[in-house]
């Protein structure tokens, strides 16, 4: 991270920001009974990624750093997982999905690659 300045300078931070307010966007369109449940499942997966990414990149320690960035890819997949579960219950289109599993697979290497560098 050395070569920005701040968090939300990180291009994989930028991607996954990006991606947290699309979700919240299309996520009001789901049926109201899921507020509570996949809608909320979703939305805090999705806004955990950016956030860890910003929690840990700047924190003097490697191993803390590393922790971090192993939560956001971690919420990155539960993210994908419940895109999923939305796609097959009809509240996203295959389409929408397809873009989104893109997206977090292009974040999951970039995240592992700065593992990999630390």
Known sequence: MSKY?????????????????????????????ELYGLT????RSAWSVPTNIAEGSDHPSNK????FLLIAKSSLIETQNHLLFCKDLGYITSDKFNYYFQEYQSAVKQIGGWIKSL
């Open 5 to 33: 300045t701040y968090f939300f300078e990180i291009p994989v931070w930028k991607l996954t920001h990006d991606l947290a307010l699309e979700i919240y966007q299309n996520s009001r369109k789901f049926p109201k009974e």
């Open 40 to 43: 909320s499942q979703l939305r």
């Open 64 to 67: 803390v750093k590393k922790n």
